[in-house]
């Protein structure tokens, strides 16, 4: 990374994902930005602290006193939490060469693109839980159908870059829209973009032939 | 109550650091206990807010309590409070067993990670005295922005949901999120310079 974001995690973000409210996919939109974005990260230990600190005021819900030799029995009958795996995800060979936050990386096991309409591509990845989360390839210079929304739409750049009335977004830029918003983003002419997008609900297209298509694109 | 008795009637983020390093270092039961009868009572409470039965919120705590010996040597006292680092693990022990998903995180480990701005000073954010900004910045807020931030934080529900509860517009309860989450920050930032600077 050459730049900084510019493009952030609205405050109300940031809170819901310290709440632990948010679904997977959000979350995945979330964690990968914060990847490149220190300032970020910084705001999520800042809202998480405020979850610390509302802990400490909680009244007290009365629990069975502390076994700890029974407790610690149950680490040693394998009731341990799993090992936390520390190797990067092995990346099918469909996305060699692809540069994306690990977080991200793992829901790419056992994918691949498949096409959606003359210069886009998808994946849909396996997040649990509301909201659907996919990477989409757009070629160099096209121009998607105007659109407004029925959720939030976060979109994070990974590759090349985009632009819409909100501005321009390059790798490591998110894109947070709700239902106030409109727009038809271009792709930048010069490469590829790749952008992680996490979807509440289908998009409501202006135009009806994109509607009458819906169904079998599924945005 | 058995269960809350020899609790401490409070812990410093001092005390509890202490204890966490203590159960690192050197396996100590009898911190790990400590630790157990201050938070276990508050942890079961808050996993109770969300939403867990009583025996829920039990084996959730009991869990979280696992992984608290497990992981203590993952704990840096330089980057969060003990109750912030125990709220987190909370926070994920619940949205494993009731939501059945993940909370998905930045992975420090990743090549693509952007490294922190070098120290100079100013700018480092030492755990314990954010978390005393933070502390204090939630006891001024005002009633209005406090209760917003407590049902973000403590009841499972969305914003619009909370609109709804309270009988506000949405925006405002938004906004006083927002209000909220900027005092608390200005609080941060006013202790350390430029640490607070927002995007
Ligand atoms: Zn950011
Ligand atoms: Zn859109």
């Known amino acids: 990374m050459t730049h900084d974001a510019r493009h952030h995690i609205s405050d109300e973000l940031i809170v819901s994902y310290a709440a632990g409210a948010l679904s997977e996919a959000q979350c995945l939109a979330i964690a990968s930005h914060a990847t490149y974005c220190r300032q970020c990260r910084r705001r999520i230990e800042d809202a998480e602290a405020l979850g610390g600190a509302l802990l400490d005021a909680l009244p007290m819900t009365p629990v069975p006193p502390p076994d700890v030799d029974a407790l610690l029995a149950r680490l040693e009958e394998g009731d341990a939490p799993p090992p936390e795996r520390r190797d990067p995800p092995v990346l099918p060979t469909a996305f060699a060469g692809l540069v994306a936050p690990r977080p991200l990386q793992a829901f790419l096991a056992n994918r691949s693109w498949s096409r959606l309409a003359p210069g886009i591509e998808q994946v849909v990845l396996g997040t649990q839980g509301p909201a659907s989360a996919r990477l989409m390839r757009f070629a160099p210079g096209i121009q998607l159908p105007a659109h407004g929304h029925r959720g939030l739409e976060l979109t994070l750049v990974l590759t090349g870059s985009y632009h819409d009335v909100t501005g321009t977004y390059r790798p490591g830029d998110l894109a947070e829209l709700d239902q106030r918003a409109h727009h038809q983003p271009v792709i930048g002419a010069d490469q590829d973009c790749i952008a992680l997008v996490v979807t509440e609900a289908p998009a409501i297209y202006d135009r009806l032939i994109y509607r009458l298509l819906q169904p079998f694109i599924g945005l | ?199």
């Open chain 2, 1 to 199: 109550m058995d269960g809350v008795t020899g609790s401490l009637p409070s812990m410093t983020a001092a005390q509890g650091a202490d204890l966490v390093m203590a159960v690192a270092r050197q396996r100590d039961k009898a911190a790990y206990a400590a630790l157990y009868r201050y938070y276990a009572p508050r942890i079961t409470s808050y996993l109770m807010k969300q939403g867990a039965t009583l025996s829920e919120g039990e084996e959730i705590t009991q869990e979280t309590f696992l992984a608290v010996w497990s992981k203590a040597d993952q704990f840096d006292p330089h980057k969060a409070a003990v109750s912030t680092w125990l709220f987190t693990i909370a926070r994920n022990k619940r949205i494993d067993a009731l939501r059945r998903q993940t909370h998905i995180e930045v992975d420090d480990a990743d090549p693509l990670l952007v490294p922190e701005a070098p120290a100079d000073g100013h700018d480092v954010v030492d755990a314990r005295e954010r978390q005393e900004a933070v502390a204090e910045a939630l006891a001024a807020l005002p009633a209005d922005q406090a209760t917003v931030m407590h049902l973000s934080f403590y009841e499972d529900k969305t914003h619009a949901e909370i609109a709804s509860a309270l009988n506000v517009p949405l925006g405002t309860i938004k906004s006083r999120l927002r209000l909220a989450f900027k005092r608390v920050r200005a609080e941060i930032a006013g202790r350390y310079g430029s640490a607070g600077n927002a995007p």
